[in-house]
Nanobody
Framework: QVQLVESGGGLVQAGGSLRLSCAAS????????MGWFRQAPEKEREFVAG????????????YYADFVKGRFTISVDNAKNTVFLQMDSLKPEDTAVYYC?????????????????WGQGTQVTVSS
C-alpha cells in the first residue's frame, strides 16, 4: 500500500505558476504508475498527467492531457519519494481540485477508475 498527500495548491493569477507535490509513504513511488487528475466544480474528474517511472532502468515515460501539454510537467524524485506537477502559464480554466493517484502495473492510464490509491486533493484557483 501507499499513502499519498498533496500540497502546493493555492490562488494564483492567470499566467502564473504553481508546483504541486505528492508525498508518498508506505512504498516507493517507483513501484507504481503515478498520475495527476483534476476535478472542477460540476465536472467529472479528468486526467492531467502521468508517469511510469521505472526503478528497473531508471527512466520514465510521461503522458499529458492535450489541454496541458507544453504548460505542465510531471516529475518524480525517488530520493524524496515525491511526485511533482509543475504548472506554468496557468489559465482560469485550470481551476480545480488536483489529485495525485497511484496504480500498480506498467502502463499510465487516463481512466481514474484504474487507480487504486488517491490523495485528499489540493485546491488550485486561477484568477483572471
Amino acid at each position: 500500500q501507499v499513502q499519498l498527500v498533496e500540497s502546493g495548491g493555492g490562488l494564483v493569477q492567470a499566467g502564473g505558476s504553481l508546483r504541486l507535490s505528492c508525498a508518498a509513504s508506505g512504498r516507493t513511488v517507483g513501484s507504481y504508475v503515478m498520475g495527476w487528475f483534476r476535478q472542477a466544480p460540476e465536472k467529472e474528474r479528468e486526467f492531467v498527467a502521468g508517469s511510469n517511472w521505472s526503478d528497473w532502468n531508471g527512466s520514465s515515460i510521461t503522458y499529458y492531457a492535450d489541454f496541458v501539454k507544453g504548460r505542465f510537467t510531471i516529475s518524480v524524485d525517488n530520493a524524496k519519494n515525491t511526485v511533482f506537477l509543475q504548472m506554468d502559464s496557468l489559465k482560469p480554466e485550470d481551476t480545480a481540485v488536483y489529485y495525485c493517484a497511484a496504480r500498480s502495473g506498467l502502463r499510465v492510464s487516463r481512466m481514474d477508475r484504474e487507480y487504486t490509491y488517491w490523495g485528499q486533493g489540493t485546491q488550485v484557483t486561477v484568477s483572471s
